[in-house]
């Protein structure tokens, strides 16, 4: 029994992967539904879920196939249980209980937030302890320092928005498709900065806020201020990015850690990953940034994070939850 | 629509039934509820040769939940898995007392309601629509009808339906026995994997 079988449904994606304890990806399928959200500019909860149902089983039976395992093979079932929308969470939480039942194989509701925090991992690149990490996705704005993979401490989170939500909101007011954060990284690097937006919370402590940088980008466009889209999305995305890389830099030298991992779905933008680069060059230290394909939601890096669980014996109880700690198992 | 229930047919008669009221604030799961109708009947998951499930209409939360664990169980077992409306079983269990047409009711959101109309040869149709606007469809096409489902629905319904000569049944559930004895012929109906039930939601009926 050496593979964990991952589920994940937390928002918008259903995936189902296949890994083994060193991270190693048998397989990893994962079905969008963003052609469905697209018309309302964000996830909406009542389609994902109903979408979730159809597509669950075809996810996992394919992820199987390709992994050629059976479920003798499998040492457990990892599922999101949290956080994220519940009715969501309740089609993968539910069908993982049943093939756990069925299979007579051990499940394990995973969070979320911790299956981020190790896709960095994934496919054999181990981190080197104590590490910062920035998690950066549609749902999430956090920093955390991990002493080992089992010891994490909460540095700050966001206060409201989350990056990847402002990445959507702009995207909207500028009229671009949902999710707009791969279109906003493609026009700005056709632009340039020529707006100074607010750089929210930089210099308080660990925490962000976004809402406030929208509103900004909202007024510049309703004021004139701005006629070239592109300009606006290079404008924008360096506000975000000083203000990220300025507090990661500020952990890095009080945690005195080893490396910067930067996961979610925004860790895929380009200027980012470029300041990121030269940040850990200054500062000397590694930096983990996952493929893109493990940047956003995947069940790889819930599979991979349900070892962590078995190692440490711990099987939280499976009621979906739509607000869990990052601490929490 | 309130009650969660599990029954267990061993072939030749029922074995098993246990429901919970979910407004008597019970907090349950569906695996728990399967592991105890099979430990009462000594025997293993496994065992298990077909599943029935209830695809709605009801409370999303809960549909789905049976739903995706009836479909998960099905494809882990490799055994066949038929989903069928709450709204025939009522409108089967009405029919057989009454002889008549059923209407089964369901609460939806925005005024609107899920109306299961069952006919004597077992045909079950849905209109998903405002009350006002069901019983103009209904007043038109039934001289008789006997109303089943969400309570408060019925008696708003009943005073609508001034062309019908309407009857309460005060039948708001399912009947678990009685679902349970009908176990054996549902599954005549039933599919494996990638066939699987879906649960009725009003996006299905958004053009009726």
Same mark, same amino acid.
């Given at each position: 029994?050496?593979?964990?079988?991952?589920?994940?449904?937390?928002?918008?994606?259903?995936?189902?992967?296949?890994?083994?304890?060193?991270?190693?990806?048998?397989?990893?399928?994962?079905?969008?539904?963003?052609?469905?959200?697209?018309?309302?500019?964000?996830?909406?909860?009542?389609?994902?879920?109903?979408?979730?149902?159809?597509?669950?089983?075809?996810?996992? !039976?394919?992820?199987?196939?390709?992994?050629?395992?059976?479920?003798?093979?499998?040492?457990?079932?990892?599922?999101?249980?949290?956080?994220?929308?519940?009715?969501?969470?309740?089609?993968?939480?539910?069908?993982?209980?049943?093939?756990?039942?069925?299979?007579?194989?051990?499940?394990?509701?995973?969070? !979320?937030?911790?299956?981020?925090?190790?896709?960095?991992?994934?496919?054999?690149?181990?981190?080197?302890?104590?590490?910062? $990490?920035?998690?950066?996705?549609?749902?999430?704005?956090?920093?955390?320092?991990?002493?080992?993979?089992?010891?994490?401490?909460?540095?700050?989170?966001?206060? %409201?928005?989350?990056?990847?939500?402002?990445?959507?909101?702009?995207?909207?007011?500028?009229?671009?498709?949902?999710?707009?954060?791969?279109?906003? %990284?493609?026009?700005?690097?056709?632009?340039?900065?020529? $707006?100074?937006?607010?750089?929210?919370?930089?210099?308080?402590?660990?925490?962000?806020?976004?809402?406030?940088?929208?509103?900004?980008?909202?007024?510049?466009?309703?004021?004139?201020?701005?006629?070239?889209?592109?300009?606006?999305?290079?404008?924008?995305?360096?506000?975000?990015?000083?203000?990220?890389?300025?507090?990661?830099?500020?952990?890095?030298?009080?945690?005195?850690?080893?490396?910067?991992?930067?996961?979610?779905?925004?860790?895929?933008?380009?200027?980012?990953?470029?300041?990121?680069?030269?940040?850990?060059?200054?500062?000397?230290?590694?930096?983990?940034?996952?493929?893109?394909?493990? /940047?956003?939601?995947?069940?790889?890096?819930?599979?991979?994070?349900?070892?962590?669980?078995?190692?440490?014996?711990?099987?939280? %109880?499976?009621?979906?939850?739509?607000?869990?700690?990052?601490?929490?198992? | 629509?309130?009650?969660?229930?599990?029954?267990?047919?061993?072939?030749?008669?029922?074995?098993?039934?246990?429901?919970?009221?979910?407004?008597?604030?019970?907090?349950?799961?569906?695996?728990?509820?399967?592991?105890?109708?099979?430990?009462?009947?000594?025997?293993?998951?496994?065992?298990?040769?077909?599943?029935?499930?209830?695809?709605?209409?009801?409370?999303?939360?809960?549909?789905?939940?049976?739903?995706?664990?009836?479909?998960?169980?099905?494809?882990?077992?490799?055994?066949?898995?038929?989903?069928?409306?709450?709204?025939?079983?009522?409108? !089967?269990?009405?029919?057989?007392?009454?002889?008549?047409?059923?209407?089964?009711?369901?609460?939806?959101?925005?005024?609107?309601?899920?109306?299961?109309?069952? !006919? /004597?040869?077992?045909?079950?149709?849905?209109?998903?629509?405002?009350?006002?606007?069901?019983?103009?469809?209904?007043?038109?096409?039934?001289?008789?009808?006997?109303?089943?489902?969400?309570?408060?629905?019925? %008696?708003?319904?009943?005073?609508?339906?001034?062309?019908?000569?309407?009857?309460?049944?005060?039948?708001?559930?399912?009947?678990?026995?009685?679902?349970?004895?009908?176990?054996?012929?549902?599954?005549?109906?039933?599919?494996?994997?990638?066939?699987?039930?879906?649960?009725?939601?009003?996006?299905?009926?958004?053009? /009726?």
């Amino acid at each position: 029994m050496k593979y964990i079988l991952g589920i994940e449904s937390s928002c918008d994606d259903t995936a189902a992967a296949v890994v083994d304890r060193d991270g190693k990806v048998l397989s990893s399928v994962i079905v969008s539904q963003n052609d469905i959200h697209n018309n309302f500019g964000g996830v909406y909860p009542e389609f994902a879920s109903r979408a979730h149902i159809y597509n669950v089983l075809p996810v996992v !039976h394919q992820a199987l196939a390709e992994a050629t395992v059976s479920k003798t093979d499998l040492r457990a079932i990892g599922v999101t249980r949290g956080p994220g929308l519940v009715g969501s969470l309740l089609i993968g939480v539910n069908t993982a209980q049943a093939l756990g039942a069925g299979w007579q194989v051990p499940v394990v509701g995973v969070n !979320h937030l911790r299956g981020h925090l190790r896709s960095a991992e994934l496919e054999g690149h181990p981190v080197a302890y104590p590490a910062v $990490v920035l998690l950066v996705s549609g749902g999430h704005t956090l920093l955390a320092y991990m002493k080992s993979r089992f010891d994490i401490e909460l540095l700050g989170e966001t206060r %409201d928005d989350s990056v990847g939500e402002s990445f959507d909101k702009v995207g909207r007011m500028l009229g671009l498709d949902f999710p707009a954060g791969p279109i906003v %990284d493609r026009m700005a690097q056709a632009g340039r900065v020529t $707006v100074e937006f607010p750089k929210p919370l930089l210099h308080e402590g660990y925490e962000f806020s976004f809402s406030g940088l929208k509103t900004s980008v909202s007024r510049c466009l309703e004021a004139g201020l701005e006629s070239s889209v592109e300009n606006l999305c290079a404008s924008f995305i360096e506000a975000i990015a000083e203000v990220l890389i300025y507090k990661c830099r500020k952990a890095l030298r009080q945690t005195k850690a080893s490396s910067l991992v930067i996961v979610g779905g925004v860790a895929a933008n380009s200027q980012l990953r470029a300041r990121a680069a030269e940040l850990c060059a200054q500062e000397k230290v590694s930096l983990a940034l996952p493929p893109i394909k493990w /940047s956003t939601d995947n069940a790889a890096m819930i599979a991979l994070a349900t070892w962590d669980y078995l190692d440490q014996g711990v099987y939280p %109880d499976l009621t979906p939850l739509s607000r869990l700690p990052l601490f929490a198992y | 629509m309130h009650h969660y229930a599990v029954t267990l047919h061993d072939g030749a008669q029922l074995v098993w039934t246990d429901q919970f009221d979910l407004n008597d604030g019970h907090k349950i799961s569906v695996l728990s509820m399967i592991e105890k109708a099979l430990a009462h009947a000594q025997a293993s998951f496994d065992a298990l040769t077909g599943i029935v499930v209830d695809i709605g209409p009801g409370g999303t939360s809960s549909v789905r939940t049976g739903v995706s664990f009836a479909n998960g169980l099905a494809y882990s077992l490799d055994i066949p898995v038929r989903g069928i409306s709450s709204a025939a079983l009522i409108g !089967h269990e009405v029919m057989q007392q009454y002889g008549l047409p059923v209407a089964v009711l369901y609460k939806s959101i925005k005024g609107h309601y899920f109306c299961g109309l069952y !006919h /004597s040869d077992g045909n079950l149709h849905f209109e998903y629509q405002t009350l006002p606007v069901l019983a103009d469809r209904l007043n038109a096409r039934y001289p008789a009808l006997v109303l089943a489902g969400h309570p408060g629905g019925v %008696d708003l319904l009943a005073d609508l339906l001034t062309a019908v000569l309407v009857t309460k049944s005060g039948i708001d559930y399912v009947d678990v026995r009685r679902m349970g004895e009908s176990l054996p012929e549902l599954m005549a109906g039933a599919t494996k994997f990638p066939d699987l039930p879906v649960p009725i939601t009003e996006t299905d009926f958004q053009d /009726s």
